[in-house]
């Protein structure tokens, strides 16, 4: 717990990860794809007067205005140990809010086709991240009730296809789900990603507010390519845009 609240490395902003030397550059509701080039997509796409916070290791963040309201958008890398830390600094160096991870995922659920959007309620993990909490048992990582409820309605009004339920963060890209993808979709475990597991549990430690909303990417029939996950799924941007 010590090294979780020591932060006697980190005197002031610019944070070592985040090269913004004023709070009010960065809005209280953020986005965060992992790819960073998504977030330049994304403030180049829907936001109005934008000016970019970040580069620093080339984690582009910008803020804008989307229908006149504030919002910013940063890439939070892949993995747990990577929206860690950028989540920690903006929620606990520039006093945000709404955290609100964009971005894509593997199906593990036959229902559940590439291009649907999940709404992660809840997020399995096989990472350590939310052991190094030091909790007495195993804490269950949940999004925010309020933002949830607002992206399905949201989600309901614009026609979107989506699915709510839980979804799986683990640290293994390549291979780990292949020996156990029957046992977390029989328990009913809809998709597999890597971060939000660690963002739910840094918001809820703070008392703000997280939401995963991911695009389906892959399935065994289908995978999407780099490009079309960078500068497509445009609906689940939408969605996240209108929680602002």
């Known amino acids: 717990m010590s090294e979780i609240n020591d932060l006697s490395h980190v005197k002031s902003i610019p944070t070592p990860h985040i090269a913004c030397d004023n709070p009010a550059d960065i809005a209280e509701t953020v986005l965060l794809p992992g790819d960073p080039l998504r977030a330049k997509f994304i403030a180049e796409t829907f936001l109005t007067d934008v000016k970019q916070f970040n580069g620093t290791r080339n984690m582009l963040g910008y803020t804008g205005y989307y229908n006149g309201k504030k919002v910013s958008v940063m890439g939070s890398g892949m993995g747990c140990p990577s929206i860690g830390i950028y989540s920690y600094e903006l929620i606990h160096f520039y006093g945000v809010k709404n955290l609100i991870r964009v971005g894509t995922a593997g199906t593990l659920n036959k229902n559940v086709k590439v291009r649907d959007i999940v709404f992660g309620m809840g997020a399995c993990t096989t990472s350590n991240y939310v052991k190094l909490f030091g909790l007495p048992g195993d804490y269950a990582p ?56 660690a963002l739910y549990s840094n918001a809820a430690r703070a008392g703000v507010n997280a939401l995963a ?32």
Not at 150 to 176: C, P, R
Request: proline residues 1%; negative net charge.
């Open 142 to 197: 949940i999004c925010s009730y309020e933002l949830l409820s607002k992206a399905v309605k949201t989600a309901e009004e614009k026609g979107f296809k989506y699915h709510v339920g839980n979804i799986l963060s683990g640290d293994m890209f390549y291979g780990y789900d292949i020996p156990h993808a029957n046992s977390w979709s029989e328990m009913g475990v809809l998709a597999v990603e890597m971060e939000a597991a």
């Open 213 to 244: 909303i991911l695009t389906v990417s892959d399935s065994e029939d289908e995978v999407t390519t780099a490009e079309e996950r960078q500068l497509s799924f445009t609906n689940m941007m939408e969605v996240a845009l209108s929680l602002a």
